[in-house]
Every structure is written in structure tokens, then in C-alpha cells.
């Protein structure tokens, strides 16, 4: 099945307003005809990021979203704070979240929810430590980790959402996983995705890699068949490295 690639920059705590400004003036040239490219800037940038890119086809999404509606939950972004000023897509479960915010799977679960009942698109991050590939864990942690954190959803509420598979060792580590492992482990993602919801959405659904995407392995990695892109990093700071990562997607 011919799904299109993505390709979103995930910038995390860097850029102040004045350089997310001037990353984006240089990023509207790029040419994304076959790709969904997507930068995710700080919470502080996004609006400014959305206006400057208004025309363009490139999309301004958000890092994170908090899952009650409003109220005493001081430092926290709502859904709805972030449908006001444009967003449509946010990333819920990014590794460094889990990590270092302490979100389980069943915190995540919540946002996902909260998201898809905004109509927020989700890009659904899911990854094992090193530990856990080392024990052969790997396996059954993502499914875990999907079946607690996104496979609560109904075969409606998931239509909009990107899946978004980072082996915790590979992120800002430089180490990439090998091609047979990526595909090992997307081609699994896949086929739980089947078991769940069936052919149709599996074969539908984008999985995107993540964990250390440079210009140098880009191509490579989006070649692989279960690979619909990736999320990135460091390199998606450094214009012309993301410029390059996503001309390797367009093909
Ligand atoms: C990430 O944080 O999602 C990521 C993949 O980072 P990096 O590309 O720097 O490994």
C-alpha cells in the first residue's frame, strides 16, 4: 500500500522565539510535495510558528497536552488552548515524557483520549529501553505499551493517528537501530495493529521511525516497507540536515 511519508521535527526544550522564527523563514523554501513534513516547537513559539507558516504546507504541531479540560494544573497546555491558536496535531508519549514527567501508559492513555475527543490528530510514541531488548522484552513492552496507551481507542477514534516507534537507546544517542530491526519491530506494530482493527487501518496507519535519523541513514530507513517516515530529533534543529531528511522521504 502506498502511504504517504511524514516527516516531523521534534525540537523539544531548544529554540527561543527570535531563532524559531528564523529556522522557519529558511524551512518555507523546502520543497514537500510527496511528504507531510511537521515541526514541533516549544510551547512559547507555537502560535508564531503557526501564523508564519499559514500558507504553507508545512504543519506546526505540539509537544505535549495535558488531559483535563482546564483548572488547577499549573505549567499545563489544554486541548483546547492548543486547537485556539491552529494546532491539529500533537505527539503524546515521547520517550523523554515517559522518562523524565513519569507518564505511564495509562496517563498516556488519557491524553490520547483527550486529544482525539478535540480532534486532535496523535502521533503515539512507543519504545523500549536498552535493557528491555537486551532480555528480549522488547517485544512484549510495545505491545504493552500500545495496548494500554492507544489501543483503547475505537476503530472510529483512531483513524487520525500516526504511531511513532523510538528505541529509547537510539534516541540523541547516535546510535541507529539496524534496518532489519526496524522493520522487524514496524512490521510487528503492523500486525498488532491488524489484530486490533483490522486490514483496512493497518495498511493505513503510518509508522513513523525515530532514534538518531540523520541525513546520512534517511533514505535508507524510509526505504524499509513498514517505514512511513520518521520522527526527529537533534537533525531537525540544523536546517539543512532537515531539509536533506526530508528529501530522503519524498523519494
Ligand atoms: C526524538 O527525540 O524523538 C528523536 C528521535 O531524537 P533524535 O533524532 O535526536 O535521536
Known amino acids: 500500500m502506498n502511504r504517504k511519508k511524514m516527516v ?13 522564527v528564523n529556522f522557519i523563514n529558511q524551512l518555507k523554501s523546502t520543497l514537500v510535495k510527496n511528504v507531510d513534513v511537521k515541526i514541533a516547537p516549544s510551547f512559547t513559539n507555537l502560535y508564531n510558528a503557526i501564523l508564519l507558516l499559514d500558507s504553507s504546507e508545512i504543519e506546526v504541531i505540539a509537544q505535549n497536552i495535558h488531559y483535563e479540560d482546564k483548572g488547577a494544573f499549573t505549567g499545563e497546555i489544554s486541548a483546547e488552548m492548543l486547537k485556539n491558536i491552529g494546532v491539529k496535531t500533537v505527539i503524546i508519549g515521547h520517550s523523554e515524557r515517559r522518562k523524565y514527567f513519569n507518564e505511564t501508559d495509562s496517563i498516556l ?13 496523535v502521533i503515539f510514541c512507543i519504545g523500549e529501553e536498552l535493557s528491555e531488548r537486551e532480555n ?19 476503530e472510529q477514534e483512531i483513524q487520525n493517528t500516526v504511531i511513532a516507534y523510538e528505541p529509547v537507546w537510539a534516541i540523541g544517542t547516535g546510535k541507529t537501530a539496524n534496518n532489519h530491526q526496524i522493520q522487524e519491530m514496524h512490521e510487528f506494530i503492523r500486525q498488532l495493529v491488524k489484530d486490533k482493527y483490522g486490514i483496512g487501518f493497518s495498511e493505513k496507519i503510518r509508522i ?6 540523520k541525513p546520512i541513514n534517511a533514505k535508507d ?27 530522503a522521504a519524498n523519494g
Open 8 to 20: 516531523a521535527g521534534n525540537w523539544k526544550m531548544n529554540m527561543t522565539n527570535d531563532e524559531s
Open 109 to 121: 492513555s488519557k491524553k490520547v483520549k483527550k486529544a482525539v475527543d478535540n480532534s486532535l490528530k
Open 136 to 154: 528480549g522484552n522488547h517485544f512484549e513492552l510495545i505491545k504493552n505499551q500500545l495496548k494500554t496507551g492507544l489501543f483503547n481507542l475505537s
Open 208 to 213: 513513523l521511525y525515530g532514534g538518531s535519523v
Open 221 to 247: 530507513i524510509f526505504s524499509l516497507d513498514d517505514v512511513d517516515g520518521g520522527l526527529i530529533g537533534g537533525a531537525s534543529l540544523n536546517i539543512s540536515d532537515f531539509n536533506s531528511i526530508v528529501q
